[in-house]
């Protein structure tokens, strides 16, 4: 089968023997000795090659294949071979090489200086990618890749400010949507200055993050963690309330720092009748199991019982399900106790294993909310988990 690798043996002896046959046509011209010389370096790689030595072949191909406009393709292309192979020693090699040459045109100059940045960058040499992209920007070159791997690079420095800024011109050449993941960056920000307790910088970054994508779930977590955090409980409910409006996904997030808002404020009745607003629409596990604890613990276990089995019967989850037997083992004895016991062990392990939340773009399972996906690092994609073993 023809993989990467047989294909770059192919090619690099194609390639330099190409690129001597070019530079015998250009010699006879004016030279008729220079394709003597160029020869026997051909043969020479080749028996690298059949010896299975690729380091020396490789010099010995490279150094035939001379850099002019006809081969610099070539070189491009052996040197994004090499890195996708992970040789970026290589990689970077050949397109210091291509760089170095005078002869290059402007527009081969910054494609091998695109490539050489993407050779930094896969070795995490941020500041050196950095440097040559901001180089093709200035060129007017490539703009549109050298502003997203910059905005790679401000992600991966943590450097929201840069970030923002470069966001915002990838969008305006770009077209592409990315007032969503601005927002994100304001969060950032907002979430330090919430953990330094500068209160000015978190109010003042999450008004920018919500100016930017009104639908911002982050920023309204943040500014009402911001508000119970400095004791205005009433302001704290109003931020978190926001979210059902926002993207109704979230509401697992709102229940129990909800709940503490109310209760610290005497006033879990509302609460109540919250929930069950969110578990008539919504249906959420997170605000049923909620719910079913209030009424126990205000009507006593047998209406929880009935409560939840009715609710049950409409929205079957595990996590109900593992609610209700958990209520009835307190009621029941002797061999029904026993079995009651058994699938109880059962639904707890089904929800221990279970990732409660998911990214809808790579798939990445997680135990707990993440702003940016561990896996394929989008913003915003991380999500609680419905169905009956999720939500
Ligand atoms: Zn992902």
Known sequence: MLNETNLLWLLLPVAALSGWWIGQRVGKSKNNQSSSSIYPEYFKGLNFVLNEQPDKAIEV?????????????????????FRRRGEVDRAIRIHQNLIARPTLDRDQRAHALLELGMDYMRLGLLDRAEGLFLELIESDLHLNQAYTELLEIYQQEKDWENAINIARKLELISGKKLNPVIAQFYCERAELALLEGNMRVVKENIRRAISFYPNCVRASLIEAQMYQ????????????????????????????????CYRKLDRV?????????????????????????????????????????????????VKGVDRLIEYTLSKSEGETH?????????TAQLIEGRSMY????CGFDAKQLHWSCPGCKSWDTVKPVFGVAGE
């Open 269 to 317: 009745d509302e609460f109540v009748e919250y929930l069950r607003m969110l578990v008539n629409i919504y249906g959420g596990i997170s605000s049923l199991l909620r719910l079913t604890e209030l009424i126990a613990e205000r009507e006593g276990e047998n209406a929880a019982i009935r409560f939840i089995s009715d609710e049950l019967k409409n929205r079957p989850t």
């Open 338 to 346: 026993e079995h009651l016991k058994t699938i109880k062990d059962l």
């Open 61 to 81: 191909f490279i150094r035939m294949l001379e850099v002019d406009s006809e081969t610099v393709e070539t070189h491009l292309a052996l040197g994004n071979l």
């Open 358 to 361: 998911k990214c809808s773009i």
């Open 229 to 260: 955090r400095t004791g205005k409980d009433k302001l704290a409910i109003k931020s978190y309330k926001r979210i059902e409006s926002q993207d109704s996904d979230y509401i697992t997030e709102i229940i129990g720092p909800l709940f503490e």
